[in-house]
């Protein structure tokens, strides 16, 4: 099986280094408009630098990776080698936004489009990816597709009129918690702790509270009133948090993040 990757970005080479892990190996071909970024990661991957062009001709995935607002200029010069093809291959599609429907109409085709919303955790296995494939993918192309993104972490399939909201959380939530990573470990350092020490704190205990809250049936109240002893030294770091907004700037960001992926379709 033949995989290209247009747009070897932080994404596009997320999903690069999770198919390099896959358990069936495939032939993977990077193309990216800056060469030296896909030079470097064919390099790491033991993969092929490409073009978009050879990618389009002769690969059975076409990962497209780059941003939403470029995807209309990709797919126009990529159409006439693709209906050309008629059939064999499968677009799949990471743009925040772009619809099937969307897609269908810049790449001027009815071809199988896999529309997915991945993160960048995927990188090291630990990534969740959401996906709706189009009506025209098989249940071959979507096995070998989920085969083929297995060492990525999760793959949930996901109706497409949810996405956009599983979006705001899942694909752009790895930002929100990263400054929340940050500003723990700043925290710390401010208390005297080394900031390489205050780094993996922080991540570990991030890392192992989530964990916790998908292993376990409990709420997530009750894991916080776990933590807050009586009187203690937790609840009086709650009470800053609160004071500070600390939710409502939570929900607010995810919010906001929903409203530009909604902007993005028009
Ligand atoms: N970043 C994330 O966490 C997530 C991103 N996405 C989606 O992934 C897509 C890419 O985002 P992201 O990786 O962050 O962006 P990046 O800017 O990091 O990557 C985009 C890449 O596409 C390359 N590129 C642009 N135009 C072309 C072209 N015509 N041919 C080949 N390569 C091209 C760019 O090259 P150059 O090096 O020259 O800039 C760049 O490397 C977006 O659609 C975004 O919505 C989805 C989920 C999460
Ligand atoms: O910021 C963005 O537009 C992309 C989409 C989801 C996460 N990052």
Redesign the pocket.
Known sequence: MKVGF?????????LAHAAAQSPAPAELLL????P???QALAQQLGATVSD?ETIAQTCDYIF?????Q??A??LA?LQPILSRRQEGFVLV??????TLQRLREMAGLSCPILR?????ACAVGAGLTLYVPSPEVTEEQLSAFLTLMSASGRLEPLEEHLIDAG?AVA??G??FVSLFLEALADGAVTCGLPRDKARRYAAQMVLGTAQLALQSDQHTATMKDAVCSPGGTTIAGVRALERGGFRSAAMEAVIAAYEKTLA?KS
């Open positions: 247009i747009g070897t970005g932080n994404m596009g080479g997320a193309s990216n408009r800056t030296e970024k896909a978009n497209l990776g780059v941003k939403p470029m995807m200029d990709l010069r599609s990471m743009a925040a936004g772009l997915i919303m991945p993160n960048t979006s694909g752009c790895g930002a993005l």
